[in-house]
């Protein structure tokens, strides 16, 4: 079996190239990127940007496409972001149509599915998004064009994984640049140092270990199954979690003030999170994971409690991996560089 899969240097790609080379049943993984690693590591890899590059050579010949890229900065740019994100999913899936790619399983979201009750859903929960988060936006978008997709080649295997927050130590200093900016010392980020978390109306999230997350794809890439999957771990992250979670205090916050702060300093390019990661947090369902441990046969090995705490020691300790996309905090010359860098585009309209 050939394995493509698309944003290979990235948190959940690292994981699945990782787990396909183990697998008896993969022979040739070809890992695809924009920015590839120094370390070839058992892996053919391909340099594509899926929004500008001829895809067709990237997939032909492969039995499973995996499509895990995804760009989530800079938040700003919304039109980048549809370029690369939503439209380069769609010329990836007409090259995997016209080279006969026989199945492709995508990366969608829990942040696709549409304001819901904070209890668990099923797939079948309609999947139009969160209308003011940019992000929910595209992966319901992209929804769309896997619905197309089936609809027009049912002789083709299409499979979606719906994850929720996709965490590990490995990818902290990336997640710490997405969700607090270059500004944000990460040394202060740490459960010492996080005195107090908010306890906002309907604030409450579904987490999984990276690892985690793999098992699910490689099962979905091994196994004849099709549709879409839930992937979640427990506990739900809600106030009581979190502070658990970083030996924290919950103290209430109105979602008005929290989104409202959280969006001042996202227009004023001080946080790269936009507001609508609160919209998302507040208004999507909880996922019932029941149909992945039954046909995937997939289960969570890590709890999102110590998933949350480690992830966050490692953002303190500016940990990532050798990879362009997850690369460890700056330090010396280079963290200035960094920061002046970030400055400057903060001042940018």
């Known amino acids: 079996m050939r394995v493509v899969v698309t944003g290979a240097t990235g948190n959940i790609g690292t994981a699945v190239v990782a787990q396909l080379l183990d697998a008896p049943e993969v022979t040739s993984v070809t890992g695809v990127a924009r920015r590839l690693p120094t370390r070839k590591g058992g892996v053919d890899w391909h340099a594509a940007d899926l929004a500008v590059d001829d895809l067709g050579p990237v997939v032909r010949g492969a039995d499973v496409v995996v499509h895990l890229a995804w760009q989530l900065m800079p938040s700003h740019q919304a039109e980048a972001l549809q370029r690369i994100n939503v439209e380069g999913t769609a010329r990836l899936l007409d090259a995997i149509a016209t080279e006969g790619v026989p ?95 908010p306890r906002t109306p309907q604030l409450e999230f579904q987490a999984v270990h990276t690892e985690d997350v793999a098992r699910a794809f490689v099962a979905a890439v091994l196994r004849p199954v099709t549709g879409a999957f839930n992937v979640a771990a427990e506990p739900v992250l809600d106030a009581d979690a979190l502070g658990q ?50 046909e995937l046969g997939w289960s969570p090995q890590h709890d999102t409690r110590d998933v949350l ?13 050798p990879t362009p996309a997850l690369r460890p905090r700056q330090i010396g010359f280079g963290r200035v560089v960094e920061v002046v860098r970030a400055a400057a585009g903060s001042t940018r309209r």
Do not use: C, N
């Open 245 to 294: 979670a970083l030996h924290a205090r919950p103290v209430p916050v109105p979602a008005a003030v929290l989104r409202g702060a959280i969006d001042a300093l996202w227009r004023l390019r001080l946080l790269p999170m936009d507001p609508g990661w609160i919209d998302m947090g507040r208004l999507t369902p909880l996922m019932d994971t029941s149909r992945a441990r039954d």
């Open 309 to 321: 705490a480690e992830t966050v020691a490692a953002m303190g300790a500016g940990r990532g991996a």
């Open 103 to 197: 199945a492709v399983v995508v990366a969608s979201s829990v942040g696709a599915y549409s304001p819901g009750p904070k209890q668990p859903v099923d797939e079948s929960w309609p999947t139009e998004g969160i209308p003011s988060s940019l992000y929910s936006r595209q992966k319901a978008a992209v929804e769309r064009l896997l619905d197309g997709f089936g609809e027009a080649h049912p002789e083709r295997r299409v499979v979606r994984i719906r994850p929720g927050i996709v965490m590990q130590p490995d990818a902290a200093s990336a997640q710490a640049r997405l969700f607090l900016g270059p500004l944000v010392p990460q040394s202060l980020v740490r459960p010492s140092f996080v005195p107090v978390v």
